[in-house]
């Protein structure tokens, strides 16, 4: 237990001199809080020079609540839970396995060093996204995760900042769900995950941004506006009750087994749950919601 407890207060004092050097510029080529806002201005200017939803504000509903969301979920909640998190799970995997005589490297099917890089990155990419796929239907089939994630859902104006809004839980849930895959896989280093996370969060704002965009054949493959705003729409077809178009980054898995859904343009669709009416309207009441509803 005293091991866990230091990994824990090594993890906080780790990130937190990590943050700071993020915010001072002392990390260049994988920055995460100047990548946020510069990726955040680029599709936010887009959504003001290719408005889809003409008449949707600027400055949409709950544009700041989804911008706080944004900052506290990218950085905040890594100090609080997930690095902390992450690290502990890693040590407690290993020691599993090596209680049955084995170590990480004894798990791994293959190590993308061995391969050529583009080759690992895209492997790397595959995988990561395929397991947040199936969390994500997770997040909908199961009763409890989908308290968690009624939050995102509660979005009623689509914009990019919209991404981010999300329950601290649902990274734990997908944290740990992704764990198991890439250790098996193995040999990622930081700048294979920048590139990739970088990637997927450009991805992840135009999907959820002001724009109609589909990109025409690269629509099967590729995640877009017009696909994502179906997979919030508040009112769908009784045999698609769990949800329609999980895709994360790509959409080729939702047409893959057979869960996309893109009957009509989708542009003034309403978006939501039933009963979201009664969903809390900020930030606080809606962390604590799924804890009040065990009450």
Not at 237 to 243: A, E, L, R, V, W
Request: proline share 4%; hydrophobic share 45%.
């Amino acid at each position: 237990m005293e091991k866990y407890i230091e990994i824990i207060k090594n993890s906080y004092t780790g990130y937190w001199s990590y943050l700071k050097n993020e915010i001072l510029l002392q990390n260049q080529w994988d920055n995460y809080f100047y990548g946020l806002i510069l990726v955040s201005i680029i599709v936010w200017g887009l959504e003001i020079v290719f408005p889809w939803r003409k008449d949707q504000a600027r400055l949409r509903k709950d544009f700041w609540l989804d911008a706080f969301y944004m900052f506290f979920n990218f950085f905040l909640l890594n100090l609080i839970v997930l690095i902390a998190l992450s690290n502990t799970t890693e040590a407690f995997f290993n020691d599993i396995l090596s209680l049955i005589g084995l170590s990480s490297s004894d798990v791994q099917l293959f190590d993308v060093d061995a391969l050529p890089r583009p080759i690992g990155l895209l492997i790397f990419f595959l995988v990561s996204d395929f397991t947040q796929w199936n969390t994500h239907r997770l997040l909908h089939r199961v009763p409890f995760l989908w308290n968690f994630h009624k939050v995102h859902h509660s979005v009623k104006e689509m914009g990019f900042a919209a991404h981010l809004r999300y329950h601290w839980m649902e990274p734990v849930v997908y944290k740990s769900l992704l764990y198991i895959p890439i250790a098996v896989i193995g040999g990622f280093d930081a700048q294979d995950v920048a590139i990739v996370h970088f990637f997927a969060l450009t991805i992840g704002h135009l999907n959820h941004a002001n724009l109609g965009w589909d990109y025409g054949i690269l629509k099967y493959i590729f995640n877009n506006p017009k696909m994502h705003i179906w997979h919030h729409a508040k009112n769908l077809p009784k045999h698609t009750k769990y949800g329609v178009n999980f895709g994360i980054s790509l959409s080729i898995w939702d047409y893959l087994f057979k869960t996309s859904h893109i009957p009509s343009d989708g542009k003034d669709i309403e978006l939501g749950f039933e009963g979201d009416e009664r969903f809390p309207k900020d930030f606080l009441q809606q962390e604590i919601y799924p804890i009040k509803l065990k009450s």
